[in-house]
């Protein structure tokens, strides 16, 4: 073989060598560090401990919209909106009895249960009887029934969710309504509790005409006005064109239309306290927690309504994890549950969509044990979760050492801390899916 041959033959040879140590490296040094930097960033996981799906009678739990946990007996509520019951839980999350029809429960929609262990039952109407909160001694038979027909502005009051304070009065959220309906420690009506904010609403085909431009109510009006113009051939109706500045829609940067500057009244989705007194009420228009003293002062308020990470679409629940200073909040939107400070910091959030244990279908509600399990409504996968959620935080509380443990301290909106960047989509904890 000549020499040139020789040659050409190692030098082949010796690029193969250095391609494979390429590939070699960028499966050992790229990849691998790639995944770890992930690691390393991720400071939230989510072990699923049980998951709920028979009722009592051994049959498929069917839309659970709602649970509540009683701390006394270490059993879960589950209100199953397919079935129109509450189903109860023990120790073991064996389902052991159902509170029904034949109990006075036709149409519940939530549980609270008192220090006393009385069961306060929030109910729309039915049949027989008005929208109420129907309250049960322990032993599951109706004591009273609270009705809302003769109370200032509830007339057509239909409850949806209640806690009862530090100061005994209870605080009920009523369906698609403005503010929280303030009762006292018998059921009468006391005062109303309205948060105020600016209120946007989203743009929906009802808004939209075949002109493509989006009209307000008092938009809808004005072109009604319009219909006996004639149009002439080979002209283009704009709509916006006949009316005045002031009717004209504002539309903001998440592409929703500003119906009002000023504030107003917002509508309530749910309510919780924690041993402090403290009240965090949240609004699913606005996607914002509004956090008041015991003594109703409003502290401060938090939270971003949007579909990206650390965002609110649709909230439909929250949670007071007290030991561990945070909140946990359900977005039914987005398939998650985001956890928030506190002092209304966004951390972390996690799940997403899908059917396998730590993933949802539009989950609705929330609840925690005393071991601080979390508990959640997996509506359309008909099931109720147990999460064990375990996180590190990202910045110092809120609360400094000189301030009293368990006090929460006034947070103005104007210190409120900027939205987590998008870039912090890194942060999501998906679990691995399951394929059943």
């Given amino acids: 073989m000549c020499a040139a041959c020789v040659i050409m033959m190692a030098d082949s040879m010796v690029k193969r060598f250095c391609l494979s140590i390429v590939a070699i490296s960028l499966l050992m040094g ?4 790639a995944f770890a930097i992930v690691e390393e960033e991720q400071h939230v996981g989510v072990d699923v401990l049980a998951v709920l799906r028979t009722d009592e009678l ?3 739990m069917r839309y659970p919209s709602s649970v509540t946990y009683d701390r006394e007996t270490d059993e879960i ?5 397919g079935e129109g019951k509450v189903i109860v839980y023990g120790s073991n999350f064996f ?3 159902s509170l029904a029809k034949g109990r006075g429960a036709d149409a519940p929609r939530s549980v609270f249960i008192d220090k006393s262990s009385k069961l306060y039952l929030c109910q729309s109407n039915s049949k027989n009887h008005p929208p109420r909160i129907t309250a049960f001694n322990p032993a599951f038979f109706p004591e009273k029934d609270i009705v809302f027909n003769t109370m200032p502005d509830a007339e057509s009051f239909s409850p949806q969710k209640m806690v009862v304070g530090i100061t005994g009065n209870m605080y009920v959220v009523g369906l698609n309504t403005k503010g929280i309906l303030v009762l006292d420690s018998e059921g009468n009506f006391s005062h109303w509790l309205k948060p105020m904010d600016k209120v946007v609403v989203e743009i929906n085909e009802e808004m939209i005409r075949d002109d493509g431009v989006t009209h307000t109510q008092e938009d809808t009006t004005m072109s009604n006005k319009m219909e006996d113009v004639e149009e002439p051939e080979n002209a283009t109706l704009n709509m ?9 829609p504002t539309i903001d940067e998440e592409g929703e239309v500003v119906v009002d500057n000023e504030l107003q009244p917002v509508q309530i989705a749910d309510i919780a306290t924690d041993s402090e007194g403290h009240l965090y009420i949240l609004s699913e228009q606005t996607s914002k927690i509004y956090v008041y003293s015991a003594s109703e002062e409003l502290l401060y308020s938090f939270g971003q309504k949007g579909g990206s990470t650390g965002k609110m679409s649709r909230p439909k629940g929250l949670v007071v994890d007290e030991a561990k200073k945070a909140l946990y909040v359900v977005d039914y939107m987005r398939h998650t549950i985001l956890i928030f400070d506190l002092g209304g910091k966004y951390m972390y959030e996690f799940g997403g969509m899908g059917v396998g244990p730590g993933w949802f279908q539009y989950p609705v509600g929330l609840a925690l044990n005393k071991a601080g399990n979390l508990i959640v409504a997996d509506l359309f996968n008909h099931r ?4 064990n959620v375990n996180f590190e935080y990202k910045f110092p509380l809120f609360l400094t050492p000189q301030d009293e443990p368990g006090t ?3 947070q103005p909106e104007k210190e409120q801390s900027p939205p987590a960047p998008e ?3 890194e942060s999501i904890y998906l679990p691995e899916p399951l394929y059943l």
Avoid: H, M, S
């Fill in 30 to 33: 790229l990849a691998t560090p």
């Fill in 58 to 60: 051994g049959g498929q």
């Fill in 77 to 81: 509520y589950v209100v199953v909106g």
């Fill in 95 to 97: 389902p052991t009895v």
């Fill in 240 to 248: 916006r064109d006949f009316l005045p500045a002031g009717l004209l």
């Fill in 384 to 387: 109720v979760q147990i999460l």
């Fill in 408 to 410: 929460i301290q006034p």
């Fill in 423 to 425: 870039k912090e989509e």
